[in-house]
């Protein structure tokens, strides 16, 4: 299995090469060469596999076994999923009226990036090891990533790891989990700025290829198409828990409702329906709407700046992935992946092809939910179920709800659930509900922090720069960092 570039002008790599990448050195971001097709037979032994055995298979497909044996592979994910609190990793709420809760957040910081992260780390440092290798992670965030990517290689000798969060735009709980870890190779950044502003610094860097590659520098936000691929598992165990029988002939169709920001998870969703998955796509946003804008009218253009709201984590106006659903969706066609990110890249306005937007909508629906929805949703859940959501949950459910007042449900449905709700207390607190606070969590408000500040007026592209640079000079000096 080889992976390309969505805009065609980079050198294939193997998967531990694209593991190590960032963007492409022509911009874009690494996809397989090609997309297996499963057969009802292979989906139907898939069905009865448990949630790690399940990433295995499904891992196994885009490593190639000469890199990394399947032994080793799932030693690595078994390793990688022992810290989570629930023995089946990922588990399924089934609540009144039809409603399916699919929840991904029982990794060690309480949100679904665990899942996908605590692999990338895994597959880093096994090929690390080999190689005797060091590198240097830099990851923006906005929310739970940065602890997610944190947890996943705090303490690993052959990595640094810099994060720039957005000061007072995460919540608190989610600001402390990354502030409060002191181990020597976690640089934390706060910045005054929101997470599209952060990302522009992290690109700046990465397309300075020379720079890049000498200080060994790779990213773990959802452009690493490791993240995208751990987490197409979890599209397969939401349609083998949701659907009425696998006997079926076709099989039938199963809705999984995606709430999202910077679009990785729907892009994962997208390359399951790709391999023969028999699922509806139906992905909701916040008030930063270009996704919903784009599956509604085929428009992919910035509308001003980013707005604040319950669910912080997609408060995202640039959703990056979408490139990879544009690539897949047009028929890897890469000159006009290219030309069309080009044009949104120099104007912030982009008009989707008319053929390439009716692929997009009859693949995925959309919508778009307010605080208000989200703290409805919430209360509504919690009167009907005693169910606590996070805000993000809660824009999955907002779509549930919707839907169910307005239609027969046609097909069973399920809602990922990418965040506990014990994260987000001011969400539940504004939603007149009580939060739950586990002892990990009280225990945060009480431990020592550390952070760097970015302030607005500094050149944050050069502050990066000088701090990667310090990394690798304490590290030939033999200092530790």
């Given at each position: 299995m080889r992976y390309i570039s969505t805009r065609g002008g980079?050198?294939?790599?193997?998967?531990?090469?694209?593991?190590?990448?960032g963007y492409a050195p022509d911009g874009g971001l690494f996809m397989p060469e090609e997309i297996p097709h499963l057969d009802r037979e292979t989906l139907k032994q898939w069905s009865t596999l448990s949630y790690p055995a399940l990433v295995t298979e499904l891992c196994s497909l885009f490593i190639d076994p000469e890199l990394m044996p399947k032994k080793d592979l799932k030693g690595l994910i078994d390793q990688a999923f022992s810290r989570f609190r629930h023995r089946d990793v990922?588990?399924?709420?089934?609540?009144?009226?039809?409603?399916?809760?699919?929840?991904?957040?029982?990794?060690?910081?309480?949100?679904?990036?665990?899942?996908?992260?605590?692999?990338?780390?895994q597959f880093l440092q096994y090929f690390l090891e080999k190689r005797q290798k060091h590198i240097t992670i830099v990851v923006g965030t906005s929310g739970?990533?940065?602890?997610?990517?944190?947890?996943?290689?705090?303490?690993?000798?052959?990595?640094?790891?810099?994060?720039?969060?957005?000061?007072?735009?995460?919540?608190?709980?989610?600001?402390?989990?990354?502030?409060?870890?002191?181990?020597?190779?976690?640089?934390?950044?706060?910045?005054?700025?929101?997470?599209?502003?952060?990302?522009?610094?992290?690109?700046?860097?990465f397309a300075d290829v020379a720079f890049a590659k000498k200080h060994n520098l790779m990213s773990l936000n959802s452009i690493n198409w490791s993240r995208v691929?751990?987490?197409?598992?979890?599209?397969?165990?939401?349609?083998?828990?949701?659907?009425?029988?696998m006997d079926i002939y076709p099989l039938p169709t199963v809705e999984v409702v995606v709430p999202t920001?910077?679009?990785?998870?729907?892009?994962?969703?997208?390359?399951?329906?790709?391999?023969?998955?028999?699922?509806?796509?139906?992905?909701?946003?916040?008030?930063?709407?270009?996704?919903?804008?784009?599956?509604?009218q085929g428009d992919f253009s910035l509308s001003g700046t980013t707005s604040p709201t319950l669910a912080s984590?997609?408060?995202?106006?640039?959703?990056?992935?979408?490139?990879?659903?544009?690539?897949?969706?047009?028929?890897?066609?890469?000159?006009?992946?290219?030309?069309l990110m080009e044009q949104f890249e120099r104007t912030k306005k982009l008009r989707v092809p008319k053929d390439l937007h009716a692929?997009?909508?009859?693949?995925?629906?959309?919508?778009?939910?307010?605080?208000?929805?989200?703290?409805?949703?919430?209360?509504?859940?919690?009167?009907?179920?005693?169910?606590?959501?996070?805000?993000?949950?809660?824009?999955?459910?907002?779509?549930?709800y919707k839907r169910s007042a307005c239609e027969q449900p046609s097909l069973p449905r399920c809602c990922l659930a990418p965040a506990s709700a014990v994260k987000f207390q001011d969400a539940v607190l504004r939603a007149q509900l009580v939060p739950e606070i586990p002892e990990d969590i009280r225990a945060l408000e009480h431990m020592k922090t550390r952070h760097s500040p970015l302030r607005r007026g500094d050149d944050w592209t050069q502050v990066l720069r000088s701090k990667i640079e310090d990394l690798s000079r304490q590290r030939k000096g033999g200092a530790s960092s």
């Open positions: 980079s050198p294939s790599l193997d998967f531990e090469g694209a593991l190590f990448s990922v588990h399924l709420s089934r609540l009144k009226n039809g409603l399916n809760v699919l929840e991904l957040w029982h990794g060690v910081t309480y949100a679904f990036k665990d899942l996908s992260m605590s692999c990338a780390g739970d990533t940065g602890s997610s990517a944190i947890e996943s290689v705090r303490g690993a000798k052959n990595i640094d790891i810099i994060v720039l969060l957005p000061l007072g735009r995460c919540s608190k709980i989610q600001e402390l989990q990354m502030t409060t870890v002191i181990e020597g190779n976690v640089h934390v950044f706060g910045v005054e700025g929101d997470s599209d502003e952060l990302d522009k610094p992290i690109k700046d860097v691929l751990v987490q197409m598992a979890h599209y397969f165990f939401a349609y083998f828990q949701c659907a009425p029988s920001g910077a679009a990785g998870n729907l892009a994962a969703g997208c390359i399951a329906q790709e391999m023969g998955l028999p699922i509806r796509l139906a992905t909701v946003v916040n008030h930063n709407d270009i996704i919903h804008r784009t599956v509604q984590a997609m408060d995202i106006q640039v959703p990056y992935n979408m490139e990879r659903i544009f690539w897949l969706l047009s028929g890897s066609d890469s000159k006009l992946v290219k030309a692929k997009i909508s009859e693949r995925i629906s959309s919508q778009s939910a307010s605080d208000d929805d989200i703290i409805h949703t919430m209360r509504r859940c919690w009167e009907e179920n005693r169910y606590l959501l996070c805000p993000h949950s809660a824009v999955a459910v907002f779509y549930h």
